[in-house]
């Protein structure tokens, strides 16, 4: 009796393996777009500080991604059980900021600076490096929570019909594979200057002309994860909005099919369109809410300094 128990225990250990690798990997699939973005945002969130800090700063944003999942997973579980209607408005509010965070940065170079802003070329000389990295890690982090919520949201709608235990491993699962994953290639695009050093500086012929080669590249491709980090955030931000107003997603997918039709071009331009037009709804709702923010500043009474 106890061997057949044992056996019947090891097969149900085997049948829940097997659905924790099938639906991580569906899992997996539907959520390496985000990641994408993720990566691109997070790589130029830490771009920008010293050179012998920047691996010191991916890590301490690998671990507050961490800490971000360690809160997300449970909290995704208990809202799914108790309160499923408001997944879609935690997705919407996190988005909207997203859309916000990214227009701000647009912005900031047209808009007349307040006070908080107005010395800053005058205080440069006196910025604390120290408080500059915990900026930068502060806004990497809270950036990284929204897209780890709708990564994690995602996958347990992929898994909402498993069991629990599924479910769980499933969520634990991609919240490690997504974090070591992007944060080690973050950590690696960071430091390509010094691998591309490095190899410059080698005897060999070829390692030489592959140093010289990524030296020459990086700078481009900093500031082009700058610029594809910053669509991403309309992107991303645009996209859980659309998802949650039924009237727009409608007519996204509507323009998606309209376009399809056309000659040649149809397939291609029925695959971007979504993506085009969630951009665009992202850079609208980022100006919305920025211009709420900016008004509800103006209201407010503003703090006397002192001293």
């Known amino acids: 009796m106890a061997g057949a128990s044992l056996l019947t225990l090891l097969d149900d250990i ?29 790589a130029q969130q830490v771009t920008g500080v010293n050179a012998d800090r920047e691996l010191p700063v991916v890590w301490a944003v690998a671990k507050g991604s961490l800490r971000n999942k360690a809160i997300l997973v449970p909290a995704a579980l208990l809202i799914s059980a108790f309160a499923p209607w408001a997944v879609i408005p935690l997705l919407m509010l996190g988005g909207a900021y997203l859309c916000f965070e990214g227009f701000e940065k647009i912005a900031h170079k047209y808009l007349p600076h307040d006070d908080e802003h107005a010395d800053e070329a005058a205080l440069a000389a006196n910025v604390d490096v120290a408080a500059l990295e915990k900026q930068k890690i502060g806004g990497a982090i809270r950036t990284d929570f929204i897209l780890s919520a709708e990564i994690i949201a995602i996958t347990l709608g992929t898994v909402a019909e498993s069991s629990f235990t599924t479910q769980v491993l499933v969520l634990v699962g991609i919240a490690l594979v997504m974090t070591i994953g992007v944060y080690g290639l973050v950590a690696g695009i960071v430091k390509l200057d010094d691998a591309g050093l490095y190899l410059s500086k080698r005897d060999s012929g070829f390692a030489q002309g592959l140093g010289g080669a990524i030296l020459r590249t990086a700078p481009y491709l900093m500031k082009g994860l700058s610029v594809v980090g910053m669509a991403a955030m309309f992107m991303v931000g645009g996209g859980i909005l659309t998802h949650g107003i039924p009237v727009v997603h409608h007519a996204i997918e509507q323009a998606a099919q309209s376009v399809a039709g056309i000659a040649t071009l149809g397939p291609l331009l029925a695959a971007i369109t979504p993506t085009l037009l969630n951009f665009l709804f992202g850079i609208v709702a980022g100006a919305v809410v920025l211009a709420v923010v900016l008004l509800v500043k103006r209201l407010l009474p503003k703090k006397k300094k002192t001293g």
């Open 14 to 42: 085997a049948a829940v393996l097997d659905d924790v690798s099938l639906m991580t990997k569906v899992a997996a699939k539907k959520t390496a777009g985000v990641l994408g973005d993720d990566l691109a945002l997070n």
